[in-house]
């Protein structure tokens, strides 16, 4: 007879039917409930937590659970609401006195964002760790950076982990302190430095338990040399124009065939202004149009179109100011 075959006899002119044991439903139950049990992700990068199971922080998870010392207390708070981008809450719980089951509600708290897990009655023991969308529950941090600085600059800026502060030395030996968002960057105003000065910067705040940082080199520190800003820009950009004769009654575009370009900016065709234009092609008559482009260094060039016609006839020259 087959492994879980249906049997059924006649007993006592009853009929009886034997439901035998299912091995196979019962595999698969326990590798269900098997995949159910490893389903939640627990830190395994943080070494001070020891033995104990806790629940990776998502930005969209509503619970924290995991397993601790039997009755363990625990306790979940936002470790500032401001600096840390996380909602200002605090919840706590005792662990199952037998498994050390624990699960506390929280609020969502954003990507990036910093919550401060408490572990017995005197918080002596805890992790300081990161909401993040990775699986693995780490934040991989590509290292501390400062921006190139010119004898110009007046703001220092790069990037640092998310919530964290930013020590900066200038070149006097003054330092200040700046703080980066959700996105990483931080920026803080500066008097202008000296050539060759060199400008240090480096992570001193948060230490978060789930970041991880490129593996060698001093990736929390960076610095950068100053530089001598370049010589400024003083040459107008250049409005490239033909002359034109138009047949009275037709259509007239005043930037068709008009164009721009700048020995810095390279192709400024997209900034041209018509500054004036009193073209009436519906009758013969004389005519201008002026245009106008600026570049970023703020230089500026004009060109006029003067006109006379029998036919709606333009001439153009140019100046440039």
């Known amino acids: ?68 010392h039997p009755g363990e207390m625990v306790t979940v708070h936002s470790n500032d609401g401001v600096i840390m981008g996380t909602p200002k809450f605090s919840v706590s719980t005792v ?34 760790v990161r909401s993040v969308t990775a699986s693995d529950g780490v934040y991989h941090f590509g290292g501390t ?12 800026s790069g990037l640092i982990p998310p919530y964290s502060g930013a020590m900066i030395t200038l070149a006097d030996g003054t330092t200040l302190e700046a703080y980066s968002g959700a996105d990483e960057n931080y920026s803080a105003t500066i008097p202008k430095q000296p050539e060759g000065a060199v400008i240090y910067v480096y992570k001193d705040y948060n230490p978060v338990d789930n970041d991880e ?35 009275e009654g037709t259509s007239f575009n005043p930037k068709a065939g008009v164009t721009a370009s700048d020995d810095t900016d ?25 245009y106008s482009v600026t570049d970023a260094a703020g230089n500026v060039a004009t060109k006029t179109i003067n006109s006379y016609s029998l036919q709606t006839t333009f001439y153009r020259h140019s100046k440039i100011h």
């Open 213 to 247: 940082f490129p593996a060698g080199g001093q990736s929390n520190n960076a610095q950068t040399t100053v530089t001598a800003a370049p010589a400024p820009d003083t040459t107008s950009p250049v409005i490239t124009a033909s002359n034109l004769s138009l047949q």
């Open 145 to 156: 950076t400062v921006n190139p600085l010119t004898t110009d600059s007046t703001t220092v």
């Open 95 to 128: 662990a199952d006195s037998v498994t050390g089951a624990f699960s506390v509600a929280i609020p969502q708290v954003p990507e990036n964002a910093i919550v401060q897990i408490d572990l017995g009655t005197d918080h002596s023991l805890g992790a300081i």
């Open 1 to 68: 007879m087959a492994v879980g075959a249906l049997t059924t006899a006649v007993v006592a002119s009853q009929i009886a039917t034997t439901i035998p044991y299912n091995v196979f439903a019962a595999e698969i139950t326990s590798k269900t409930q098997a995949t159910q049990a490893t389903a939640t992700q627990y830190y395994t990068t943080i070494p001070r937590l020891g033995d104990r199971k806790i629940s990776v922080v998502h930005p969209d998870s509503k619970t924290i659970s995991g397993y601790v």
């Open 266 to 290: 390279g192709d400024i065709t997209n900034k041209i202004v018509v500054t004036s234009n009193n073209v009436d092609t519906s009758k013969a008559g004389t005519y201008n149009v002026t």
